[in-house]
Nanobody
Framework: EVQVEESGGGLVQPGGSLRLSCKVP????????MSWYRQSPGAPEKEREL???????????HYADAVKGRFTISRDNAINMAYLQMDNLQPEDTGAYFC???????????WGQGTQVTVSL
C-alpha cells in the first residue's frame, strides 16, 4: 500500500488555470509511471477517467483527447512529486482529481483523498 497526497484544486472561472500536485512518499518514484484521473460530479469511483499519464523517466506523456493542448503532466523524481498544469479550464473539467502510480493502469489500489476542481462563473 502506498500513500498518495493530492493538492492544488480550487474554484476557478472558465479560461483560468490551476496546478495540481501529487506526492507519493516512500515509493521508489522513478520506477513508476504516474497518472491523473478525474471523477466527475455524481460519478462512482469505478468511473474515474484517465486524464493524463507520464512514464517514470518523464517521457511518454499521454493525454485524454478532451484535455490535449490544455493540460500538461510533469514530474520531479528527486522529490517524489507529479504535477498537472491545467490551462484554459472549462466547466466540463470540474471534478475530483486523483493521482496514482501506473500508466493508465492502477498499480496500487490505494487512493488519496483527491483534490476538487470546480470551474464556474
Amino acid at each position: 500500500e502506498v500513500q498518495v497526497e493530492e493538492s492544488g484544486g480550487g474554484l476557478v472561472q472558465p479560461g483560468g488555470s490551476l496546478r495540481l500536485s501529487c506526492k507519493v512518499p516512500g515509493l521508489t518514484f522513478s520506477n513508476y509511471a504516474m497518472s491523473w484521473y478525474r471523477q466527475s460530479p455524481g460519478a462512482p469511483e469505478k468511473e474515474r477517467e484517465l486524464v493524463a499519464a507520464i512514464l517514470g523517466n518523464g517521457g511518454g506523456e499521454h493525454y485524454a483527447d478532451a484535455v490535449k493542448g490544455r493540460f500538461t503532466i510533469s514530474r520531479d523524481n528527486a522529490i517524489n512529486m507529479a504535477y498537472l498544469q491545467m490551462d484554459n479550464l472549462q466547466p466540463e473539467d470540474t471534478g475530483a482529481y486523483f493521482c496514482n502510480p501506473g500508466y493508465g493502469v492502477v498499480v496500487f489500489n490505494s487512493w488519496g483523498q483527491g483534490t476538487q476542481v470546480t470551474v464556474s462563473l
